[in-house]
């Protein structure tokens, strides 16, 4: 079946704007995850839906950067006010909840460029 | 603190032989554990996995080891081939109630024909 997906694939951007990053989740998956991965980095984790509420945003950098999942499907990431310090891949991944196994599946990323 | 340490940014291997990647960790609290590999502009893919409960999880020519008193684990790729050429992230999960994965900082994999 069809893998997460991400749009945009690549995103360059003025510092001080807005962007949203949009994720498709697997179907029928209930956790979504957003991670952002450095140059030489591990992803790292910034916020956790399961269905259509935040039950985690503990990896949030500051309040410039929010998320939604208005129907419990797909989720937007927004940052506003963007600074050369958000340019990273930011990456979405979904996983089934409730089973013993923990796996979460993760889709290309979008890489964001604030110049 | 890094939580999960992967301190072997890189390995070579040749191909057909063993390739064994490392991770140690230190948070108590982790119960499950991951491996993903990484091609370049795509995402990461899950490989193989382990439970705490369990120290060997075998999956065709991967093998995952964990040693819990030790707080290591590794991955075993056995013959290696040319196509797992990649970065290899090691991730763990903690029992409470945080549900993401913290991985390391990874190790690029070249496997030599």
């Known amino acids: 079946g069809a893998g997460v997906s991400q749009t945009p694939s690549n995103k360059v951007t003025e510092k001080g704007k807005y962007v949203e990053l949009r994720c498709d989740p697997i179907?029928?998956?209930?956790?979504l995850y957003w991670y952002r991965q450095s140059l030489g980095q591990g992803p790292e984790f910034l916020i956790y839906?399961?269905?259509?509420?935040?039950?985690?945003d503990s990896g949030l950098p500051n309040d410039r950067f929010f998320a939604v999942r208005p129907e419990g499907s797909v989720s937007t990431l927004k940052i506003q006010r963007t600074e050369r310090g958000d340019s990273a891949v930011y990456l979405c991944?979904?996983?089934?909840?409730?089973?013993?196994?923990?796996?979460?599946?993760f889709g290309p990323g979008t890489r964001l460029t604030v110049t | 603190d890094q939580q999960v340490k992967q301190n072997s940014p890189s390995l070579s291997v040749q191909e057909g032989r063993i390739s064994i990647l490392n991770c140690d960790y230190t948070?108590?609290?982790?119960?499950?554990f991951l491996w993903y590999k990484k091609y370049p502009a795509e995402g990461p893919t899950f490989l193989i996995s382990?439970?705490?409960?369990?120290d060997k999880n075998e999956d065709g020519r991967f093998t995952v080891f964990l040693n819990k008193s030790a707080k290591h684990l590794s991955l075993h790729i056995v013959p290696s081939q040319p196509g797992d050429s990649a970065v290899y992230f090691c991730?763990?999960?903690?029992?409470?109630?945080?549900?993401?994965?913290?991985f390391g900082s990874g190790t690029q994999l070249t496997v030599l024909p």
């Open positions: 948070n108590s609290m982790f119960d499950y």
């Open positions: 991730a763990a999960r903690s029992s409470g109630s945080a549900r993401q994965l913290t």
């Open positions: 179907s029928g998956h209930t956790a």
């Open positions: 991944a979904s996983s089934l909840e409730g089973r013993e196994r923990y796996e979460q599946y």
């Open positions: 382990i439970s705490s409960i369990k």
């Open positions: 839906f399961q269905g259509t509420g935040a039950a985690d």
